[in-house]
Nanobody, 125 residues
């Protein structure tokens, strides 16, 4: 069973920046991936970004390409999501997600089996 510690959400003005952090513990297999999925009020879940262990393969949704950057500290299994040029449309609950073994495909973090509790990101003036 995976355990998540998420932090970094909050309120920011349009054009501002935030950094989300997610520490995941409990992996038992060599390969894993950690990502972020968001859900805005009244909307479905959207896979935002993801990074794999090993070669560090990454994925970004088209809506965040060029504005968000995912990175990792492999020693601690901590993943960071640097969010720049934030827009009101980025307002959502952001969930850290993870999976391991043969299942995770970085392009589809919304299909991962383990989810954190979520952190609220609000972009508003």
């Amino acid at each position: 069973q995976l355990h998540f510690v998420e932090s970094g959400g909050g309120l920011v003005q349009p054009g501002g920046s935030l950094r989300l952090s997610c520490l995941v513990s409990g992996f038992t297999k060599d390969y894993h991936a950690i990502g972020w999925v968001r859900q805005a009020p009244g909307k479905g879940r959207e896979g935002v970004s993801c990074i794999s262990s090993g070669d560090g393969q990454t994925f970004y949704a088209n809506s965040v390409k060029g504005r968000f950057t995912i990175s990792r500290d492999s020693a601690t299994n901590t993943v960071y999501l640097q969010m720049n040029s934030l827009e009101p449309e980025d307002t959502a609950v952001y969930y850290c997600v993870a999976d391991e073994g043969s299942r995770p495909v970085v392009r589809y973090p919304q299909d991962f089996g383990s989810w954190g509790q979520g952190t609220q990101v609000t972009v508003s003036s």
